[in-house]
């Protein structure tokens, strides 16, 4: 069993550079299926979400080859099936792109219902709503695959998303690009890497306009063609580093940023007494000049707080004196991790959507697990505040979004190894 092993009690100091953002990844790798050419995606996470959804292109008969480390040759042009079915896409939550891609370029699409993180129900409803207002019939087989299918090419349409889904208003982008006519995407989610999906489109000649407001138009286009195409940086990884410096009172330049992505995180930092430095392309993080005061934050849809940072500032959280409050509005159940954060002595306590942190509460290492990928990140900037040694299980979660993540918080000056356990024995994994 593989466990990461974290001793605290040390500010982080130094720099990290942030990964192209896994959330677009996830949607723009699939997304060359639409492509009537091969494309080359640069500045690509290598985190295994990646290696995930490119292996489902290749069972597809796509041609995807690594050029190097960041970078992914993808040739879409011999895709043989609109049936993807496998283990594998089960394994994945944002194997749901691949209905909106598949129905895009061929009208028909057969994929199995996604998997991913836990924190509750997490309904596709507003997708098929989309897919069956653009022309497609959508049914559920077996319990297990949704199939959507068109009579010819998906048809231009007005779309009013009852809730504000990230997913849904890229499923649609996707399955729109191709369509006959205008679509028209109303409540659509504004979130940054929804506005680099549409930038991916419109390179290889979509016509895509609105991304970044609650109203987008698609019109429609017969033909695709291939581009070189560079991701944009990681908004959550980059706000995860940027709470771990703060919980542990430390002072970070964190490279390779937009910092307009990260607003709402750095108003809060600021709030809080963190000095924030902001440069073109990189953002400083300075704990060490105040003592940090409590804050609440309420997750949002962007410009929001985003739910993904929300795990990782509760671990913020916990490290500053009196009542913090944390709103969760955008999933019903996120807060199955609180009960790890309770295991090592702090003191939060869950009201419905609400998590109410008594901070400054004294952390003691203990046992913990990461619950799912933002929870597993929330773990660690836990453990960095621990004077001892605190093991954290269930790491894949971890290594399904965070690129090399113990080497970028050793360059921090962070005590922190990967470890294989058999029974009594350990042994440290070098990446
Ligand atoms: N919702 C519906 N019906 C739908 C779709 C969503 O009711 O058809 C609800 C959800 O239940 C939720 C809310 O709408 O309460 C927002 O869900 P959204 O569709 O925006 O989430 P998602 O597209 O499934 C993506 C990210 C998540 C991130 C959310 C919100 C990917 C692969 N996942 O999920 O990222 O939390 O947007 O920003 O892009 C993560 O990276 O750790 C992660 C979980």
Same mark, same amino acid.
Not at 210 to 213: D, F, H, L, V
Not at 301 to 306: C, E
């Given at each position: 069993m593989e466990k990461f092993v974290v001793n605290g009690g040390k500010p982080l100091f130094g720099e990290v550079n942030i990964s192209g953002a896994k959330n677009a990844a996830v949607a723009i790798i699939p997304a060359?299926?639409?492509?009537d050419e091969p494309c080359q995606i640069e500045n690509i996470p290598n985190i295994s979400d990646v290696s995930l959804i490119s292996r489902i292109l290749q069972q597809l008969g796509a041609n995807v080859r690594r050029i190097n480390k960041s970078s992914l040759y993808i040739d879409? +042009?011999?895709?043989? +099936?609109?049936?993807? +079915?496998?283990e594998l896409v089960r394994g994945m939550r944002a194997s749901y792109y691949l209905l909106g891609a598949l129905l895009g370029k061929y009208g028909n699409a057969k994929v199995a219902l996604p998997g991913g993180c836990n924190f509750g129900v997490r309904p596709i409803d507003q997708h098929l709503k989309g897919f069956e207002a653009l022309g497609a019939e959508t049914r559920l087989v077996d319990g297990a695959i949704i199939e959507a299918k068109c009579n010819g090419k998906p048809v231009g349409t007005h779309i009013y998303l009852d809730v504000v889904s990230v997913g849904a208003t890229m499923n649609i982008m996707l399955a729109a690009c191709k369509a006959e006519g205008q679509t028209i995407i109303e409540n659509a989610a504004k979130e940054p890497h929804i506005v680099d999906l549409a930038n991916f489109l419109n390179s290889m000649g979509a016509d895509i306009r609105?991304?970044? +407001?609650d109203v987008i138009k698609v019109r429609g286009v017969d033909y695709l063609h291939g581009v070189t195409y560079s991701i944009i940086p990681d908004q959550i990884e980059a706000g995860t580093y940027m709470c771990a410096a703060a919980a542990t009172r430390g002072c970070i330049t964190v490279n390779n940023v937009t910092p307009k992505h990260l607003d709402s995180i750095t108003v809060k930092l600021r709030e809080m007494g963190v000095k924030i430095t902001e440069y073109d392309e990189s953002i400083q993080v300075d704990a060490t000049v105040k003592p940090l005061k409590r804050c609440n934050i309420k997750t949002m849809?962007?410009?929001?707080?985003?739910t993904d940072c929300q795990p990782q500032f509760t671990a913020l959280l916990m490290s500053v004196p009196g009542t913090s409050i944390v709103n969760e509005s955008v999933w019903d159940n996120r807060y199955q991790y609180i009960s790890q954060f309770v295991n090592m002595g702090a003191q939060i306590s869950v009201e419905g959507r609400l998590a109410i942190i008594e901070g400054g509460a004294p952390l003691t290492a203990a046992p913990v697990k990461a619950t799912d990928l933002r929870a597993g990140a929330a773990m660690i900037i836990a453990a960095l505040q621990i004077n001892g040694t605190t093991e954290i299980s269930n790491i894949q979660f971890i290594e399904r979004g965070y690129e090399n993540v113990i080497d970028k918080f050793k360059a921090l000056g962070a005590d922190i190894k990967k470890v294989y356990f058999t029974g009594d024995n350990e042994a440290e994994l070098r990446a």
């Open positions: 060359v299926i639409l492509c879409p +042009t011999h895709i043989r +099936t609109c049936n993807a +079915t496998t609105g991304a970044g +407001t849809p962007h410009p929001g707080f985003p």
